[in-house]
């Protein structure tokens, strides 16, 4: 397990609370990558209390890699930083509704685990919302993570979910194509609580 520092410069997405009410991680963006900066109890008590999602930060700390070639990266020092335009990152372009898809894995492990009963919450959500001709449903091979099944990834972002349950199924969906049509009034509040829950499982394929 190699061990090093980092820096690194990105926007705040959203904090993954433990416990009820710990701030245990901050989703940043940083160069079109998501990465979970894990908080010790010191930085965490240290946080500037105006960071809200969307702010822009500075993050020193350490990272490690581990055997599996997945780095953790622990912050040592928050900071709240006010971008430039120029050095904020480019808006993301808007994705192509051709291309919107949920790909849920098919193999047995991730069925045993309510693989289709997601399929089926997925499909009754978008149902709901009038996007079954907007947004496919595909099952793919196995997405080696069986232990932590059912696997799924929200395409085109690219993010991968793991260990979701049912009823996060309507968030999820919320979440990656609630600006494919008019919006239905659902409050952001209201989607964010349940995805706090699921992005704690969350993990960017890029990344
Ligand atoms: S069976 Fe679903 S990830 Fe392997």
Redesign the pocket.
């Known amino acids: 397990m190699s061990k090093s520092t980092f820096k690194l410069h990105g926007q705040l997405l959203a904090f993954v609370i433990r416990d009820g009410y710990k701030v245990k991680y901050l989703r940043v963006a940083v160069e079109n990558k998501e990465l979970w900066v894990k908080l010790p109890k010191k930085v965490r008590k240290a946080l500037d209390p105006r960071l809200t999602p969307g702010c822009y930060l500075k993050i020193k700390g350490i990272q490690k890699l581990q055997k599996t070639g997945k780095t953790d990266f622990t912050a040592k020092s928050v900071k709240l930083v006010n971008a430039t335009p120029s050095e904020r990152p480019q808006a993301t372009p808007r994705r192509d509704k051709a291309q919107a898809r949920i790909l849920v894995?098919g193999?047995?492990?991730?069925r045993k685990r309510g693989g289709q009963q997601l399929c089926n919450a997925l499909e009754a959500k978008l149902s709901d919302r009038g996007l079954e001709d907007h947004v496919q449903i595909k099952t793919t091979g196995?997405?080696?993570?069986?232990k932590k099944?059912?696997?799924m990834i929200v395409m085109p972002d690219k993010t991968h979910y793991r260990q979701v349950e049912v009823h996060e199924a309507a968030a999820i969906v919320e979440e990656h194509f609630a600006d494919q049509q008019p919006a239905v009034a659902q409050s952001r509040s209201d989607r964010a609580a349940v995805l706090n829950a699921a992005s704690e499982r969350l993990v960017n394929v890029n990344s």
């Open positions: 894995c193999k047995s492990a991730c196995c997405l080696k993570a069986c099944g059912p696997n």
